[in-house]
Nanobody, 117 residues
């Protein structure tokens, strides 16, 4: 069982930056691909970025060049650096841990990001 706790959300102006963190407990961290998803009101949850334990990354086209996912395996933490944010980035951001063999998924409680002037 994996527990995920996100932090770092809040209100940011367009063009600004924000860094989200997700601390994981339980399980073997290196067995999980860690990712960030987001869900805006009235929309489906979508993948923002994901990173495997060996460093392979995947980004949504809408955030490429602006967002960077990183993970510190020793600290069991994954980060999402969000730069040049836009109003359309407003959403609840969820941390995800995906077991690469068992194909199980764990989710954090979500953190609100609001981009507005």
């Amino acid at each position: 069982q994996v527990q995920l706790v996100e932090s770092g959300g809040g209100l940011v102006q367009p063009g600004g930056s924000l860094r989200l963190s997700c601390a994981a407990s339980g399980g073997i961290f290196s067995f999980y691909t860690m990712g960030w998803y987001r869900q805006a009101p009235g929309r489906q949850r979508e993948l923002v970025a994901a990173k495997t334990s060996i460093g392979q990354t995947n980004y949504a086209d809408s955030v490429k060049g602006r967002f960077t996912i990183s993970r510190d395996n020793a600290k069991r933490t994954v980060y999402l650096q969000m730069n040049s944010v836009k109003p359309e980035d407003t959403a609840v951001y969820y941390c995800n841990a995906h077991h690469t063999v068992a194909l199980s998924d764990y989710w954090g409680q979500g953190t609100q990001v609001t981009v507005s002037s």
